[in-house]
């Protein structure tokens, strides 16, 4: 069966309808890759217990063997057969999923779950999405999904379909287009310990929402290990050179700006945080493709969610 139109490669882009579920699915079971919209970004989905397809991810991303990969469940009893949950665990999946969250827990001995998606470590990273083309693939096909953000390693994250398609061509066989991803930024990972709790990369759901769930605050930070995606010093990072906290624009250079800093885009005219969010790998995109030879971003306050803003904003600055 082909659907839509492809001008890069064999990943076609297909409108998101039953037809096309049905598709994917059968992609997917046949150990093939599909990209999807999330609420948050747009990922590269594969069979999380087929080693052969956990494997076709790493190469489409070219991304390290060492960094694991999250796996999206349809609800919390398909997450208990990957991850060991404590009373922490069970209080963060009843309060934000389905949603832009992603427990790190402890990996089940028996979990059904190809190594290569933990990178070999003791533990595993599950997210249960809201999206609903992603919670419909989930249920058709019964599978767990690996299913990292759907770009090359370290550049910036898709939130259409055309930026996987520009980013990933062919290497995809099904691009589902489900229009632009609600968030915008990845989904915050938490880790949770027998001790308490450690945010791992800042997202939509901000330390303050999770210490209202869960009464004291989180656990002091990592010791530099990638226990999860989104750790690495460079990440989200357009081709061009970017600074931060620029309030004036300068010749040749593309500046990004938010509130009543113009810009030659806006993340936010009227300081909206998460508006904000939403738009920032779409203004990343749009910078990187500019003529101008360099990229700048105002000042973000870095608060709430303006912390995974920022969060995003350093590693796509590091050269």
């Not at 969610?305 to 350093?314: C, H, K, V």
């Amino acid at each position: 069966m082909m659907f839509g139109s492809n001008t890069l490669g064999n990943g076609w882009v297909v409108p998101a309808d039953d037809a096309a579920i049905t598709a994917a699915t059968q992609l997917l079971m046949a150990g093939q890759l599909v990209a999807i919209p999330t609420e948050t970004v747009y990922g590269l989905a594969a069979d999380a217990q087929n080693a052969e397809a956990v494997a076709r991810i790493y190469a489409a991303k070219g991304r390290p063997d060492f960094n694991p990969l999250i796996v999206h469940v349809r609800d919390q009893k398909a997450a208990e057969k990957l991850g060991v949950f404590n009373a922490t665990a069970q209080a963060l999946a009843e309060a934000f999923w389905p949603g832009p969250l992603t427990l790190v827990l402890p990996l089940q001995p028996d979990a059904p779950i190809a190594r290569s998606v933990t990178a070999g470590l003791p533990t595993i990273a599950i997210r249960c999405p809201a999206h609903p083309l992603m919670q419909a693939l989930l249920l058709k096909s019964g599978l767990s999904l690996a299913a990292p953000s759907a770009n090359p390693s370290g550049s910036i994250s898709p939130t259409r379909a055309d930026h996987v398609l520009k980013g990933l061509g062919g290497a995809v066989p099904m691009i589902l287009d489900g229009g632009s991803c609600s968030a915008g930024l990845e989904s915050t990972i938490v880790a949770v310990r027998d001790d308490g709790w450690q945010i791992l990369r800042p997202g939509p759901v901000t330390s303050e929402d999770i210490e209202n769930v869960i009464g004291y605050a989180p656990l002091a930070a990592t010791n530099g290990l990638i226990e999860a995606p989104g750790q690495m010093a460079s990440h989200y990072a357009p081709s061009k050179p970017v600074r931060l906290n620029v309030i004036a624009s300068e010749p040749d250079v593309y500046l990004i700006g938010f509130g009543a800093i113009a810009g030659d885009d806006n993340l936010s005219a009227t300081g909206d945080l998460a508006q904000a969010a939403a738009h920032l790998f779409e203004a990343l995109h749009t910078a990187d493709a500019s003529a101008a030879v360099a990229i700048a971003v105002a000042p973000i306050p870095h608060e709430g969610i303006g912390i995974a803003i920022n969060d995003r904003l350093a590693r796509a600055a590091v050269r």
